[in-house]
């Protein structure tokens, strides 16, 4: 079954269009009635990021005739090893222009309809009911709670991807009969425990082979073609390269798909026991200005970095000592509590959880370097390479 | 015959490295508990204080959720494999 208009309301295509389009138009399963479909649908990309930049320019070319994008970011250098979507020449300007800009000049047919904000409980209702599904590319738990438990609410299937370091997961939830993301992970796992791309890494190839899943999924269930992925969790492991699907289950006790007992949007930060903040706010916390005026000043102290040792390699902060937070509590009988102690990571929440574990032994003398390398790099030494 | 437990790459550190590994037990708590017993850090990864299976790692006997099953007391048919999801937020 396709989403959308009955055959005869849909839009007709132009020349220009079935000159565009003439390699689906002559795949019978596509057809002039499925590329139609494909005009008349609108989709809403959350994040122009890794896996949206595939998810955009695939669904962009391949006609989708409203493209909507849910983005507040803005172009980083970082992103360019693996967000194809942005250039070199947009490192700092909105991801939504950026990605409107490119949309554009790859297929004019297509509209583009920025959303510059973040999704949140307040806007996501209004915002997903204007289209016909919904791709996830977004880049944390909260947003993905969100972005189900609106979908769920709203019966708007939701095409699925996540990526970690070199696996990735994808599925089409919230479709009629399928399960949902809360069917699959009723509860996050506690803030911290499963790093972020920007933390852990990701493997710039990797997005572009789940999000490629998602546009894929995404054109089946408008077309109508196919088997969708539902009920079907597939794990893509790009080390192995081994694609596997395991089955998914829709849970009748689920308190979004099945008891409905979800009514409306929670605040998922809460849900997700987001409180980042907090955690580094309430550590002693000393300044990058602070540190470089104490160490000219001949001040005695012990630097250390708790990153990993890869993270190391990449640059350090000169006089600096290793002891990762992965194995702190064996470093920790190695310090010297008479000394007065800094900690960086970085930037700044690791060092806060190992200033805490130094504070637990009974360390008075331990400070947290806010904002860690990255602002010393910003603000002291340039030298530091920034990643 | 031994059982296959395979886990994401993102655990392998906690698993000496590796993220397939041979087991024996007669369910799928037992060969959780076999490779945990070779791997402290990992256990703490797998499951709760309790011993029980956390919401975000979900275990699959032959591509079937187990909590769909007898969870942890799923039987576990010899040369079986289990795989180890656990969510991941990455986009």
Redesign the interface.
């Known amino acids: 079954m396709s989403i959308g208009r009955p055959a005869p309301e849909l839009p007709p295509l132009s020349q220009d269009e079935i000159l565009r389009y003439s390699r689906h138009l002559i795949i019978p399963e596509v057809g002039v009635e499925g590329q139609r479909r494909l005009k008349a649908a609108r989709v809403l990309m959350v994040?122009a990021?890794?896996?949206?930049s595939p998810i955009g320019l695939y669904l962009a070319a391949a006609g989708v005739g409203r493209l909507g994008i849910v983005e507040f970011d803005v172009v980083d250098e970082t992103n360019l090893q693996r967000q194809v979507l942005h250039g070199t020449k947009d490192v700092g300007r909105k991801k939504v222009e950026s990605a409107r800009d490119r949309i554009r000049d790859l297929n004019p047919h297509v509209e583009v309809v920025a959303h510059e904000a973040w999704l949140t409980s307040e806007n996501a209702l209004d915002i997903i009911r204007e289209y016909d599904l919904v791709v996830?590319?977004?880049?944390?738990?909260a947003t993905?709670y969100l972005v189900n438990d609106a979908c769920v609410l709203l019966g708007k299937p939701n095409v699925y991807?996540?990526?970690?370091?070199?696996?990735?997961?994808s599925t089409v939830f919230c479709t009629a009969e399928g399960p949902c993301y809360r069917c699959?992970?009723?509860?996050?796992?506690p803030p911290g425990l499963?790093p972020?791309?920007a933390e852990?890494g990701?493997l710039g190839i990797l997005?572009g082979l789940v999000g490629l899943v998602q546009a894929t999924e995404t054109v089946k269930l408008i077309a109508g073609i196919g088997e969708p992925l539902v009920g079907r969790?597939l794990?893509v492991?790009a080390?192995s390269m081994q694609f596997?699907?395991?089955?998914?289950?829709k849970?009748p006790s689920c308190p979004a798909c099945g008891t409905r007992e979800i009514r409306e949007l929670i605040d998922y930060q809460q849900f997700c026991g987001i409180r980042d903040e907090e955690e580094t706010d309430t550590v002693p916390a000393m300044t990058v200005a602070e540190l470089d005026e104490r160490r000219r000043g001949g001040a005695e102290l012990d630097l250390v970095d708790v990153r990993e040792p890869h993270e190391w390699d990449i640059g350090r902060i000169e006089g600096a000592r290793l002891a990762p937070l992965s194995s702190f509590a064996d470093a920790l009988r190695t310090f010297d509590s008479a000394r007065d102690v800094v900690l960086y990571c970085k930037s700044g929440a690791r060092s806060a959880k190992a200033v805490r574990q130094l504070q637990q032994a009974g360390f008075r003398r331990v400070w947290n370097l806010q904002g860690g390398i990255l602002r010393w790099s910003e603000e002291i030494d340039p030298t530091v390479p920034r990643y | 015959m031994p059982v296959t437990l395979r886990l994401?790459?993102?655990l392998a550190k906690a698993a000496g490295g590796t993220t397939v590994h041979e087991a024996r037990g007669a369910t799928v708590g037992e060969i959780v508990a076999d490779v945990a017993g070779r791997f402290p850090e990992l256990g703490p990864r797998l499951r709760d204080a309790k011993g029980e299976p956390?919401?975000?790692?979900?275990f699959?006997l032959d591509?079937?959720?187990i909590?769909?099953q007898q969870g942890f007391q799923t039987p576990v048919p010899d040369g079986a494999e289990i795989?180890v999801?656990?969510?991941?937020?990455?986009?």
């Open positions: 994040g990021g890794g896996l949206g996830d590319g977004t880049d944390n738990f993905r991807g996540s990526i970690y370091r070199f696996e990735g997961q699959l992970y009723p509860e996050p796992p499963v972020s791309c852990g990701v997005p969790l794990l492991d080390l596997r699907t395991v089955k998914l289950r849970n | 994401p790459t993102v956390y919401p975000y790692v979900i699959y591509d079937e959720d909590r769909f795989v999801v656990p969510a991941i937020a990455g986009g």
